[in-house]
């Protein structure tokens, strides 16, 4: 009678059953899921009807296989179901970085997003709370400590893109159904595809996303999910080899793959970011910040990159990852244009005109 009730609720795939059937074989044997098993099983993950040692097997036994695109956006379709969306008027780039934070270089993401918001370029940019496993800083940490508000509900979220050219969202508030498998994330002890489909809910509705990824063939898998997706409709995608997974350009060479949608099709590229090339002489060491204050002292390298006070590595790597975000949305022709554009609005008062703006939101 139970199984009776599971299947006219969800559909005919308990995560035993995909387990025994599917998916939990090992790593050589296992079999992809069907979009309708992917999202059989999201939807009952979501509702809390798996018992906790399923939803634990079911999770490592998906890290195992490894998802491919079609499960992934199967699982992005049914999240974002239950994503409370609010778009803004302006069009801005969709800032997905690992929810789980950065322990040891600095968040620059913040700063790189309020430059091109000076830039004429608006940012969207996410994130939970300490999300597991790493429980580090991330966007609204930094936030914070530079004063501006994070526990924002969507609409005003939106209404900060539109006042200021910057918005933040916070997960809790327009992805509650991921936020409440915080629990059962911190017990698995490692990362699960949760952590990957939470980066790409694009709470604003973006039409650009930039994000980021270990290897290519990652990224190909991603933009793979995007075009896969039934809800998401977007016309860029720019995904790079960002420091500690995040969404920060690093030092020396960093690869990166470009997607556009066009009317004949789509086009699929990727190419190199030398930093020295942009006469940019610093290594990976040298973005790292106090581990014990990661949050504390990317803001303040934050605000005083915004105010024009530094000319070293710091405001070096926060323009160029402007650069990225406006070269990301075609408001530059290449990343030397859109390195031009975030130092102007540096050297003009423009970016810490923003983050006036923000703190006063």
Same mark, same amino acid.
């Given at each position: 009678m139970a199984q009776a009730s599971e299947t006219s609720e969800f559909g005919e795939w308990p995560l035993k059953r995909l387990m025994t059937e599917v998916v939990g074989s090992g790593t050589k044997s296992a079999e992809d899921m069907t979009r309708e098993q992917a999202q059989d099983a999201i939807r009952r993950i979501f509702a809390g009807e798996p018992?906790? +040692?399923? !939803? *634990?097997? /079911?999770?490592?036994? $998906?890290r195992w296989k490894h998802n491919n695109a079609e499960e992934l956006a199967a699982y992005t379709d049914v999240m974002c179901e239950h994503v409370e969306y609010a778009e803004p008027d302006a069009d801005p780039v969709d800032c997905g970085a690992n929810y789980d934070g950065k322990g040891k270089t600095a968040i620059l993401g913040a700063a790189a997003g309020i430059v091109a918001a000076a830039a004429g370029t608006p940012v969207v940019v996410h994130s939970g709370d300490r999300v597991p496993t790493q429980? &580090?800083?991330?966007?609204? @940490? %930094? !936030?914070?400590? !530079?004063?501006? =508000?994070?526990?924002?509900e969507p609409r005003e979220s939106a209404d900060m893109v539109d006042d200021? *050219?910057? *918005? /933040?969202?916070? &997960?809790? $508030? /327009?992805?509650p159904v991921v936020h409440d498998l915080w629990? =059962? =994330?911190? @017990?698995? *002890? %490692? =990362? +699960?595809f949760v952590n990957t489909v939470e980066t790409i809910a694009n709470p604003a509705n973006a039409d650009v996303h930039l994000g980021s990824f270990y290897h290519l063939a990652f990224a190909k898998k991603m933009i793979d999910t995007f075009e896969q997706s039934e809800h998401h409709d977007l016309r860029r995608v720019l995904m790079f080899q960002g420091m500690e997974g995040y969404d920060d350009i690093r030092p020396g060479y960093t690869k990166v793959a470009e997607w556009t949608q066009t009317d004949e099709g789509s086009e699929f590229d990727d190419f190199e970011i030398e930093t020295a090339e942009y006469g940019m002489d610093f290594e990976y060491d040298d973005l790292g910040v106090d581990e014990s204050d990661v949050a504390g002292d990317?803001?303040?390298? +934050?605000?005083? %990159?915004?105010a024009g006070e530094r000319d070293d590595r710091f405001a070096d790597a926060v323009a160029l990852n402007a650069a990225l975000r406006i070269y990301a949305r075609e408001d530059a022709d290449s990343i030397d244009e859109g390195l031009k554009a975030a130092r102007d609005a540096i050297e003009s008062g423009d970016a810490e005109a923003v983050l006036e703006d923000l703190r006063a939101f």
């Open positions: 018992d906790p +040692t399923t !939803l *634990g097997a /079911f999770w490592l036994a $998906n429980k &580090q800083d991330a966007y609204k @940490q %930094v !936030l914070d400590e !530079l004063g501006v =508000r994070t526990e924002l200021t *050219g910057f *918005g /933040f969202y916070y &997960q809790p $508030n /327009f992805n629990d =059962r =994330r911190d @017990q698995m *002890g %490692v =990362r +699960t990317s803001a303040e390298i +934050t605000e005083s %990159v915004l």
